[in-house]
């Protein structure tokens, strides 16, 4: 992906062109700027009992581009950790933002469909998913962590939470 496209993502200053080799370039030789590279991931689900990731999750539109998985699921597989692309589906039309032109939600919209694809081996199943029961896997990626690894003294209480049992 070029530079230049690179530059529209996002509104933060320091991933727009803080960490971009143009950025860089001005303080390191131009092939090392090049060679700086860095993704941002989208979300990481964690314990709030006692903090610790429980996953790492990729975001999209599910009309935007392909994301690739590559670092995140190498990141994912150091920490031993599952790794997860969410991509959403709005209702309604979407607007543009004025000063990168990417799609966002105009005041009414709201996410109407999930798809869950698990970024695990070669092989990806996408699941699709409704709100509720998107919001009832998100609190089950949890579940793992509860059983065997959580320091917590109160994380097997939590696999009972809402009526939930493990």
């Given at each position: 992906m070029s530079q230049h496209r690179r530059?529209?993502?996002g509104h933060n200053p320091y991933v727009v062109v803080g960490h971009r080799k143009d950025s860089l370039a001005r303080f390191i030789d131009s092939r090392r700027a090049g060679w700086m590279t860095q993704i941002d991931v989208d979300s990481c689900e964690y314990c709030h009992l006692c903090s610790e990731p429980v996953a790492l999750?990729?975001?999209?539109?599910?009309h935007a581009m392909t994301k690739a998985s590559t670092v995140t699921t190498k990141l994912a597989e150091r920490a031993h950790l599952e790794a997860y692309l969410v991509e959403y589906e709005l209702n309604g039309d979407r607007g543009s933002c004025s000063a990168c032109g990417r799609a966002e939600?105009?005041?009414?919209?709201?996410?109407?469909?999930?798809?869950?694809?698990?970024?695990?081996?070669?092989a990806y199943e996408r699941e699709p998913l409704d709100p509720k029961p998107f919001a009832e896997w998100l609190w089950s990626l949890?579940?793992?962590?509860?059983?065997?690894?959580?320091?917590?003294?109160?994380?097997?209480?939590?696999?009972?939470?809402?009526?939930?049992?493990?």
């Open positions: 530059h529209k993502r999750i990729e975001t999209k539109d599910v939600p105009a005041a009414h919209e709201d996410i109407v469909k999930f798809f869950v694809t698990e970024w695990t081996g070669s949890r579940f793992p962590h509860w059983q065997s690894e959580c320091s917590n003294p109160r994380s097997a209480a939590m696999l009972y939470e809402e009526g939930r049992a493990a």
